[in-house]
């Protein structure tokens, strides 16, 4: 697999490991009340580290060192305001590793010195009718998020951009001995996102699968397309990373700026995963598609989608579907697909401190295909 590394971190996430080993043999008798954060204090500022003050540690509660946490679109767009005003300041980051140094009494899939890990989302109201069927994600009440949010009790939430985590045993995941720290962050957002989709919507044997954009989310999307056993043909603009598309499983990489290679997938698949849509293409979209296909839409971008045509739609009985990340049982089952079938991310890695440089490398879309710091 052509992973790329920025140069030099190779040798430092291994001495990270190393030096983190020894530390968490038994718990600490200091609880700490503090963590250390990079944070942003106002509209795409660049970030600062600062003190912030962890929410109270109760018998539910997980505490955790961060080994590494990935840079999302989501953290962008949250530190941009692009989705609607922030409340600064804030600490971003919800693609979570950590080593746990401390377990309250009632949490029993936990114990110090494993790994653990923390996607988007980071507690739930427990009784409404989502939560108590397992979709805490789509929670009607009161779903918390990782960061740029509040504890029940109050409290801000602050996420990976930072030296520790503490929050509730439900949606803290014990990480599987077969994924490197590194792999694992990301799948526990940009993984989680694109995996549970295709599961809900009946991606397997016989089905074929448009991954539109082949990036931090469709390189996901690829892999497990490929492990619930369909054919996968990658769409995007770049002609080098057909060299990435076969390493990833890709059947066939189309250059969607070419009208030739646009032409010969049309109307055969039965799944397209959206994860770059752009407005002025919803009729191929919908080309592609055969009768009664399925369009999951991925892709959040800062504009309104538009230009879908309604009579397009019915003539092939087409489902155009949303999909917000992952419940905690999604998260669990796309970490247990990606250990037993090799799903990785391919990932650049940061020093933490040089996060500024990292969240600069995301925006101007140079990952192949995430970015992740490490502590």
Known sequence: MNRLRILGLTSFTQQARTTASFAFKQQSRIIPRTLNGWACFGKSEPLVKAEFPLTEFGDDSVDMDIICCGVCGTDIHTIDSGWGQSNYPLVAGHEIIGRVTRVGKNVKHLKVGDRAGVGCQCGSCNHCKNCKDHKENLCEDHAIWTFNDHWSNGDTTYGGFADRWRGNKDFAFKIPNAIPSVDAASILCGGVTTYAPMKRYGVGEGSKVAVLGLGGLGHFGVQWAKALGAKVVAYDVVPEKVEDAKALGCDDYVLVQKPDQLERHMD???????????????????????????????????????????????????????????????IREALDVAAKNGIRTWANEFPMDKINDAIEFVRKGHPRYRAVLVN
């Open 268 to 330: 055969s698949f039965t799944h397209i995963l959206g994860t770059k849509i752009i407005n002025k293409s919803w009729d191929d979209y919908f080309r592609m598609l055969k009768k009664n296909g399925v369009f999951i839409a991925c892709d959040i971008p800062e504009v309104p989608f538009s230009g879908l045509n309604a009579l397009n739609m019915a003539a092939k009985q087409i489902t155009v579907a949303g999909s917000f990340i992952g419940s905690p049982d999604d």
